[in-house]
């Protein structure tokens, strides 16, 4: 028996220091968040000629709605106002996957911008950005646009297909009759592979089968693998 142990959740209020909710109000209702989760979707306040800079903790630890829940205890998070404006924003580096498969969730891992203030400074941030779309759901090269202060910068991501959720014989293979130690001939054998966006491709190899060398006589089972998917199929063997 081993033991079972379940995060515990926390709830966490916000000081917005000065500033309104999206709504106009001087305070936000706090949120439940789940030990070693993502903080998740955070609240963005506004305050009169200060631009909003994040949430952080009381030690000074920004949070964003992707920094994971360390702290064991309910806590506030406080607004950060900063009276630079920001005048540039520019893609520092793209992120480190560009190649995703038709359901993926976009990977920020390794997408930087630059932002550029009215003073002159300027830094290089890997968070704090809105990007969209943030799922993929056709196939082919998509653009992603990534927004920052009202900034929008883009790339582009490669889609496709990926492996197919369904399979099904599209036609046998030329031979289905054998003698007993003969050898599976899969010539002639497709398959009608079925994708998450609807869409069909007939598979003419690629696929592996069950059974090699067919040792029994009788009618014999095949099944055959692609990706994750299977189908089958009978020959007889004499």
């Given amino acids: 028996v081993s033991a079972k142990w379940i995060p515990n959740e926390y709830s966490v209020s916000f000081d917005l220091n000065g500033g309104v909710s999206e709504s106009g109000s ?3 209702n706090p949120i439940t968040v789940t030990f070693g989760s993502a903080y998740g979707s955070l609240p963005k306040p506004s305050k009169e000629g200060f631009r909003f800079a994040g949430w952080k903790l009381s030690d000074g630890t920004s949070i964003y709605s992707s920094s994971t829940v360390n702290t064991a205890s309910d806590h506030t998070l406080f607004a950060c106002w900063d009276t630079r404006a920001v005048t540039n924003c520019e893609l520092y580096s793209l992120p480190d996957k560009t190649e995703y498969v038709l359901g993926d969730t976009l990977d920020t891992e390794g997408l930087k911008i630059e932002i550029t203030y009215d003073t002159g400074e300027s830094e290089v941030v890997d968070c ?3 990007c969209t779309p943030d799922t993929f759901e056709s196939q082919g090269l998509q653009t992603v646009s990534v927004i920052y202060n009202g900034f929008t910068m883009t790339f582009d991501v490669n889609v496709t297909k990926g492996m197919p959720c369904e399979i099904s014989i599209s036609s046998l293979p030329d031979k289905t009759s054998y003698f007993v ?4 001939d899969m010539a002639g054998l497709s398959l009608l592979a079925t994708y998450l966006d609807g869409s069909q491709d007939t598979i003419t190899s690629g696929f592996e089968c069950s059974v090699s060398t067919l040792k029994r006589e009788g009618t014999q089972r095949v099944t055959v693998s692609y990706g994750e998917c299977s189908a089958v199929f009978n020959v007889t063997v004499l």
């Fill in 26 to 28: 001087e305070s936000t």
């Fill in 181 to 184: 130690g003969e050898t599976l």
């Fill in 128 to 130: 704090g950005f809105d």
